[in-house]
């Protein structure tokens, strides 16, 4: 794809919105898809492939994809300090 350029990351296309984002801040979900010719008799031929889906960061959050607020919230809650944790005894 020619030379690379150092510092900048390559765009892509948001899915939901169809902002154009840098490649490490886009939000990545894999997801699996099964194509099949819906016959009933031997001839059914069944296909499914992983297909990688960018999001930007609004959108991720949107679909509740990206979560890491409510991730950083938790961990502080079980490590037993930070904003509504309860002491341990």
Do not use: W
């Not at 939000?27 to 499914?48: A, F, H, K």
């Amino acid at each position: 794809m020619g030379k690379k350029r150092r510092g900048r990351e390559r765009l892509v296309t948001c899915a939901g919105c169809g902002r154009s984002v840098p490649r490490d801040k886009a939000v990545s979900d894999t997801r699996r898809r099964s194509y099949s010719t819906d016959l009933r008799n031997d001839e059914n031929v069944m296909y499914s492939d992983f297909v990688t889906v960018h999001y930007c960061v609004s959108c991720g959050k949107h679909r509740k994809i990206y979560e890491k607020k409510k991730k950083a919230a938790q961990r502080r809650r079980e490590r037993g300090y930070g904003y509504g944790a309860t002491k341990k005894k």
